[in-house]
């Protein structure tokens, strides 16, 4: 179907309109219902309708949303799952065999699959019978009735779609260029589009978070994330990962009623079954509240998607949540502790923070609307805030810690340093302490990517006459 067509007119050419229209309905019923509301022939045309999904896999490639990905993925597997429902044995056998992840046998009204694949494809779907010690195992083979081979393909299907997979090297070869240069056009023709479909992921995330009261999303860790995205997309999730949300908002003084409809917004939620884990795990019906577990232990039961650059400095997940925290503290405290990071004294620094504070007063983090836009190197002889564009030439993020002068305990610092770079100069930066700033920094500085930073200067007494000028990252500023 694809052959002589080229990405140019499939994406601007008017005899492909209707194939673009149903890839945006595609998506837009994925994200908004968990469906794919399209009509077969003949209210559409068989050719559109599958230049539609390959238009669909574009757009999500260029969305780089994965929460997206993840509702689409599910949608898709649903109605695959519907077809295949309609298909002959000998039909099924070969559309599954045909896909590549599975192999499959038809023999006397049973369908056989090797163990490995078996093990592959239910692996997130942990519970009861789907345990390989529940289904049988003879010679290594698992046999399945037609209703569950059905079933554990909608899995297969989610899963291979969630991870993108590549297009077959017949169509990846009739699109010239770049990924870059592929996704850049993708995103400038449907940019509306994406930005729209964002928006409804964000909304249908809001409407299951506003069950929580004071939790805040932003300051989760990616294992919450990830597992809340999967939660949504109807992953039906494994007992550690429950476990783990269920603790770890509860340590978060969410009570068991919050966490019960949090759940609830799952496509296969089973009320008693889960209102009884919840329950027990949280303290209701045990007497015991169960602790979050730690990240070793979320690593080890494969709860953890993969430690990010802030996690690598914290050992439990309740941690990060207490770090992200930072920007909430008084801006007393706030300025004491990013002064501590910055001298980095190996003991408390009592007389320089008191002459630093003196000439800075407090750190000011607001900013006009209309700041200014200038090259680092003037930005640093202002006594005011700059938009800049720069490239973050170092960062490191480390634990500083220092005892507290009359008193039994130490200050505790997760701190990230870094750098800027404009041409050939280097500036110093003050380091932070706000790590919803500092990942975005330190994503820049992995990708090599320009970053649009709202900074200001400031002059720090190191102590002995060491007096330097250092910027402090006040903002980021979002790419329009
Ligand atoms: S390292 Fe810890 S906090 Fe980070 S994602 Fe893994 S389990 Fe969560």
Known sequence: MLEGIDLQSLLEDYFYAEARALAITRLETSASLGIIDVEGPPTNDETDIVLGYLISRLVLAAADNQALVNYVALSEALRAERFLSSETDEDLVNIVNNLGIISVEFRNDIFNLNFIDYVKAASKLREGNWKLANRGVSEGIVSLE??????????????HLEELPEAPTEIKDQFE?????????ISKTFTERIGGLNHVVNERQAEAMKELGRFDLAKAPPCFNLNLIDLQAGVNLPHPSRFFITTFLSSLN??????????????DFKESFTRYQVEHISGKTSGTQYSAPKCDTLVSTGVCPGPNT??????????????????????????????????????YPSKLLEENTEKIG??????????AERKASAAINENECSKIKAKINYFRGNVYSVDLPNEERKAWITKASF????????????????WKLALSIEEAFRKSKDIDLIVKPYEINFGDNDVRKLFLAVDLVEAS
């Open 177 to 185: 260029g770049t990924l870059d240069d592929l996704k850049s056009k």
């Open 362 to 371: 407090k750190f000011d983090f607001s900013y006009p609307s209309n700041v």
């Open 419 to 434: 750098n800027l770079k404009e041409g050939n100069n280097e500036f110093e930066c003050i380091p932070l302490t706000d």
């Open 310 to 347: 802030l996690c690598r400095l914290i050992k439990h997940p309740l941690s990060y949540y207490r770090v992200m925290a930072e920007s909430e503290k008084s801006s007393t405290v706030r300025t004491e502790r990013i002064l501590l990071a910055t001298l980095n004294k190996e003991e």
């Open 254 to 267: 969410q009570d068991s009623e919050s966490v019960m409809r949090l759940f609830a917004t799952a496509p």
């Open 146 to 159: 037609r209703p569950v081979l059905i079933r554990l393909m909608r899995e297969v299907i989610r899963q």
